[in-house]
């Protein structure tokens, strides 16, 4: 195999843009619920340039662990790194850090405001960090010629209410770009769109990777989605990342259970019937012990698990926080013990 210079190294010794770093967020109980374990151990790095999707379903901990990484959630243990150096708090330092790490919301869920127009709300975020810079107008064009919407110039005296949802999400993510950030993390960026439309979004964030070097977390329910566009995904679930990787491998080739449900129901899915989990829906203040998924696993349910006796380990022994790094990992005792068997 000849090595590609633009590659990194599998185990380069680079340090990651941004890292979650043995990260728990506990929301204390309100209305007689215990404390919600929302995230429960999570290693995770983004390095320069690259695209990480952060897949599972609704309440898994996806948006939460966003939020920490930006800095709008405490961590509640462990800590989040942005360029190797622990993120501080103080309003100074968390100001700074905002500019270089982006929220990209979702639009309709009310990022932008509809009284104010497509320059107001671009130029909304330099004013924050730099007042009024002299160069606002070029800059706020610059940048939503860089979302997509060109000439800018037109968009400038526009409302939202003007705008097709996909125009609109442009005009959030031109909002991001305007500070030059080195890290965007969208939340379901293009959830409530068409099926066409989420197609240029997320061509325009390849874009931006590729050109500006960008690199994206990118949270979303749709594993299509992160096969479009991701270079890695981790899976989580209730809290941990149960698995991680190349989006070849964890898509292609999924090694955990919870991650061929998952694929199993999407339409495009060459995998089979369809694996419907049973047991309750997942709650994060009552986290099963032994492996956290093994009361709705498939495997276990099946007997496969015991025939490979590894049963027992999955209702009693946790199978550990994921590694942060570019490897491809599962948490599943079964998984492990099939992957020791075959190699
Ligand atoms: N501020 C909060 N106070 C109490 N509990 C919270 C808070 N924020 C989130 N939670 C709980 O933490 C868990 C994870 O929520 P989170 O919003 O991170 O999930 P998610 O994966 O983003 O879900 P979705 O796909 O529906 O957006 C949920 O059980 C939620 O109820
Ligand atoms: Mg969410």
Redesign the pocket.
Known sequence: MTADPQAPAAEAPTVPVLSAAGLHVR?RG?GGRGT?R?VDGVDLDVHAGEIVALV??????????ARTLLGLEKASEGRVEFEGAPLRYRSKALKAYRRRVQLVLQDPSGSLNPRHTVYEAVAEGLRIHEGAAPDEEARVAAALARAGLRPPERFFLRYPHELSGGQRQRVVIAGALVLDPEVIVAD?PVASLDASVRGEILALLLRLRDDLGLSALV?T?DLGLAWNIADRVAV?YLGRIVEVGTVEEVLSAPRHPYTRALLSVLPEADAGDPVILSGEPPD?TVIPAGCRFHVRCPVLASGEAERAGVADRCRTEDPGVLPAGRGTHAACHWARVRAESAG
Do not use: D, I, Q, R
């Open positions: 929301f309100h919600a929302a599972g379903e609704s309440g898994c901990g996806k948006t939460t662990l379901e949270v329910h989580m994060p």
